[in-house]
């Protein structure tokens, strides 16, 4: 009977909605994720350091520019260019000095600060971040991932490696912001790079 009644908690939909109560949906958890980076600063086990040093981090946010079309007697808006916008991401500063080294690396890749000459193209420090949300598993029990955010083309535009303060027991952390080109969600066909096909109406209308 108990069993029975956490069908309950939630509102009814319409008949023509599947229909009665149904049970809420699982949400995916803000604690249950990992952070992959590839081609990050020099080595393979650079973007690693990371990985097990993060503390949290953002996802990612598309925003399309607007394009406006006065008309007689009102305005008409379509969506122009499309920009990802940066995510944040908070990193321990471990004492053995792995994240600041591996931090260190890539920024010299994007510019190298000993010698003042930069990259000569963006191939040769751009590197692949992937943000994997988890179900919760591990050890024996290895851990699902049930979605990943996959970001191309990133660079570090902005580093800050935070404060001292005598009059706290904070550990020490170092800000990253990440620009990237473009986002993919996958597993594919559940997200944003899904296929859906040119969208065409067969008309010249604008809406």
Known sequence: MATASQSLFNMTVASDNAGGNQGLLMPKLQFRFRLNFLNFGLGSTAGLALTKQVVD???????????????????????????????TINIRDDASGSVAKAVGQQVQKQMDFVEQASAATG???????????????????APAVLETWELYGCFLQNVVYGALNYGT??????????RYDNAIQSPLGAGVGTSVGRAFGGTSATG
Do not use: M
């Not at 191939?123 to 029990?141: R, S, V």
């Open 57 to 87: 981090c953002s996802r990612p946010n598309v925003q399309f520019q607007e394009i406006t079309l006065p008309v007689y007697n009102s305005t008409l808006y379509l969506a122009g260019k499309h920009q990802w916008q940066p995510i």
């Open 123 to 141: 191939q040769d420090y751009k590197f692949q971040t992937n943000i994997e949300i988890l179900d919760g598993g591990n050890g024996a029990n």
């Open 169 to 178: 027991s904070d550990v020490v952390t170092v800000a990253l912001t990440l």
